[in-house]
């Protein structure tokens, strides 16, 4: 039997006030966030028709990385790769940090490579292919000592590979939010090794996440600046003749920062790629709504389009909220419309990864009597695991059981529940949190 999406009716047992404004960015198919979920400092890459997130996962980090891999660049399946872990990129000088800011290439010898921090120091690992498997590539030490600038973090590590054939790799980052640095060498063909001394190649108001990108024959070393964790991060840029510099500031920068008309706060930390021969911004922006309560720092993926010029300029950024990201890739389950019966149930309907809906029971209503094959459920945390089942019903008060109650984890979660009714119905003994439900 085909799979087909369904429109539904919803209604949920947390209930909003009538009164209660909604959120300007509370839109229906909006394209940013790009991930349903918390992730942060992403890395992007291409192979095989397939395209590959790899992340930070928020709050604040994990013992592994994120991995999001997507066949149309808008509908996304999370897992997590085998290397890194925090146990096994831990040396005699790792810091207590987690696992964050991965950056992965393929290189001239056909491998792809994975730059990496770990307790403030830089990991690489290789594979044959972006879905792995990954393994340690420099023999169970860092490639970067937390002590080899102990004023410095020694983070955000990003490999460059020019026209030629020559890669370089970039890192750093300050103490406190303050003194970044930027530490700039080339890389042996292996990519393992250093090719000469590393250089101080530090542009006005860095502080972290370098990325290069190369644009005619200008070298643009774009980077952070300001505090991810408040409304002050932003990406800026400098120009360079060679990819060590000397970089000079870029006329018009910072290029995307904080815009609070368009709900858009403290982006950065960011990923350059190109799509179908247009320039593209991957980067992560705090999750809304914004300031979260609690201490929990929650940053979303999100995605722009870039403009170059080839004399050594990057046109500012237009950050969206909004519809599907143009060129990049097309809506999200097209043609899928969820009618809401308030604003609460609606949240886990509207195709929207900024809103979150909560509760302990979320009620479908198919509108008729119709066959179901499966729920589709995207949750708030891809990592961890979520009691419940689903229940179906002809009338909406008595229910038969189609899934148990169980522990499940991922993102999506699919549960097959075969079946005919009107009304279904997702019950979380311990309370849940999904950015959407589909229903199959």
Not at 349 to 374: H, I, K, M, Q, S
């Amino acid at each position: 039997m085909a799979i087909r999406p369904l429109l539904l009716a919803l209604a949920a047992t947390a209930i909003v006030a009538a009164d209660a404004p909604a959120p300007r960015w509370d839109t229906p198919g909006d394209g940013n966030p790009l991930l349903p979920g918390y992730f942060a400092d992403p890395s992007i890459v291409h192979d095989g028709g397939r395209w590959y997130i790899y992340a930070t996962i928020d709050p604040w980090g994990g013992d592994r990385l994120g991995m999001w891999t997507s066949d149309n660049g808008r509908d996304w399946r999370f897992s997590t790769p085998d290397w890194p872990t925090k146990q096994a990129a831990t040396s005699p000088t790792s810091g207590d940090a987690k696992v964050w800011a991965p950056s992965v290439v393929r290189a001239p010898n056909g491998r792809w490579y994975m730059y990496v921090s770990v307790g403030s120091e830089v990991w690489v690992g290789s594979a044959p292919s972006p879905a792995g498997p990954w393994r340690d590539a420099h023999g169970g030490t860092p490639l970067i000592r937390r002590d080899f600038a102990p004023a410095y973090h020694m983070i955000d590590a990003e490999a460059f590979v020019d026209d030629d054939g020559r890669a370089y790799l970039y890192w750093g980052s300050g103490l406190n939010w303050t003194n970044g640095h930027c530490f700039a060498v080339r890389l042996k063909p292996d990519m393992v090794s250093f090719d000469g001394t590393p250089r101080d190649v530090t542009p006005s108001h860095y502080f972290e996440g370098p990325f290069m990108v190369k644009a005619g024959r200008k070298y643009l070393l774009t980077y952070s600046d300001g505090n991810t964790t408040k409304d002050t991060y932003k990406v800026r840029y400098a120009v360079g003749d060679t990819p060590f510099g000397p970089f000079t500031e870029g006329p018009n920068s910072p290029i995307l920062q904080t815009d609070r008309a368009r709900d858009v706060i403290s982006p950065g930390h960011h990923a350059v790629f190109r799509s179908g021969g247009q320039a593209y911004i991957l980067y992560h922006r705090q999750a809304l709504p914004w300031p979260q309560s609690g201490d929990a720092v929650l940053r979303q993926v999100a995605v722009d389009p870039l403009v170059l010029g080839t004399d050594g300029t990057i046109a500012p950024v237009v950050p969206s909220h909004g519809g599907p990201v143009r060129g990049f890739a097309t809506a999200r389950h097209a043609g899928l419309r969820w009618r809401a019966a308030d604003a609460e149930s609606a949240k886990a309907g509207d195709d929207n990864y900024a809103t979150l809906w909560r509760g302990e029971t979320l009620v479908a209503d198919l509108g008729e009597r119709r066959a179901v094959t499966a729920s589709r459920l995207l949750p708030e945390f891809p990592t961890r695991s979520y009691r419940f089942g689903v229940e179906a019903s002809d009338d909406g008060h008595h229910w038969r059981s189609v899934a148990p109650i169980a522990e499940r984890q991922g993102s999506p979660i699919v549960v097959p529940h075969p079946a005919s009714a009107r009304f279904l119905r997702l019950t979380f003994p311990d309370g849940g949190a999904a950015w959407e439900w589909l229903v199959e």
